[in-house]
């Protein structure tokens, strides 16, 4: 009876540690996404202020930053999302300098 009250707690205990490690690593997870996120955000908000050249600079440092931090389908995701903006609305020189 007292081995089966041990081995429970036994139990119990691995299986508090293992619930507290992966929602300590759900929490991280969390927060580097969210970081993610609002890196792009910023990127993709200065970009207009920038050169083309500059911006394709700032792009390659996107990716430089997150390379191996994050899954490579989604920076590739989030880049795409990039140079499609550069290709398609990034503003010219001329219309930055209007400005």
Known sequence: MNTAIIITVVLLVIVCILAYKFD???RDNDLLAEQFNADFLHTRSIMPACTRKDAEKLID???????????EWVICAHVRNLQTYLDYEHPHIYQISKN
Do not use: V
């Open 24 to 26: 300590k690593s759900s």
């Open 61 to 71: 440092a996107f990716y430089q930053r997150w390379h191996g931090l994050i899954a």
